[in-house]
C-alpha cells in the first residue's frame, strides 16, 4: 500500500517512529515531512492530501499537535475520509465502520508506542461494508455533493423557515 505521511518540525519524532513500521509492514512511504517551522499543520496536511488522486496515494497518516486541525483539512478535500484517533478503539472504529483513508494523531498527547499501536491497528482493520455502514457512507457522499441526504427529515424545517 501507498501511505503518505506529513509532519512539521513538531511532529518529526513521533513519524520517526512510525515510518520504520510502515516500512516493517511492506508499504511504500511517501514522506511529507518538513523541518520548517514557518509552516502550519494545514500546510503539511494540504501538501499530502492533494497526492491521492496524482500519486495513486491510497492512505495517509497525518501527524499535529492535537490531530485536529490536520483532520479538517483532510475532510475538506473530495474523497478523502479522515479521523484523529487517539486510541486503538476508534482507529478500528474508524476503519471499519467509515472505511476511512487518512488518520490523523495528535503529537502532544501520544507517545510513540502509542502511535505505533494505532497506526498498526488502522491499517489491519479492514471496512466492514455492512448495511447501516454503506447506508452511513452514502449519506457522507451525497453530503459531499451538496445535496441533502435526508431530505424527508428536513422538508417541514425548511417549509417552516420559507414561511417566515
Known amino acids: 500500500m501507498k501511505i503518505a505521511i ?9 513519524a520517526a517512529a512510525i515510518k520504520p513500521c ?18 502550519d499543520d494545514a500546510d503539511v496536511a494540504y501538501a499530502a492530501c492533494r497526492q491521492f488522486p496524482d500519486e495513486h496515494i491510497d492512505r495517509a497518516i497525518l501527524l499535529c499537535g492535537a490531530g485536529q486541525c ?3 483539512v483532510a475532510n475538506k478535500m473530495n474523497g478523502l475520509y479522515a479521523a484523529a484517533c487517539n486510541d486503538v478503539f476508534e482507529a478500528h472504529q474508524a476503519r471499519q465502520r467509515f472505511n476511512t483513508n ?12 502509542r502511535a505505533v499501536a494505532i497506526v498498526k491497528e488502522w ?13 452511513a ?3 457522507i457522499r451525497a453530503i459531499e455533493q451538496g ?12 417549509s ?5
Open 102 to 113: 487518512v488518520l490523523c494523531l495528535s503529537v502532544r498527547w501520544l507517545n510513540a508506542t
Open 70 to 72: 490536520t483532520c479538517i
Open 22 to 39: 510502515l516500512s516493517e509492514l511492506n508499504h511504500e512511504v511517501f514522506d511529507f515531512g518538513v523541518s520548517d517551522d514557518g509552516l
Open 160 to 164: 417552516e423557515q420559507s414561511q417566515s
Open 6 to 14: 506529513a509532519y512539521n518540525a513538531y511532529g518529526a519524532n513521533l
Open 137 to 139: 457512507l452514502e449519506k
Open 123 to 135: 491499517l489491519n482493520t479492514p471496512f466492514q461494508n455492512s448495511r447501516r455502514n454503506g447506508r
Open 147 to 158: 445535496q441533502c441526504p435526508v431530505k424527508h427529515f428536513f422538508s417541514g424545517a425548511e
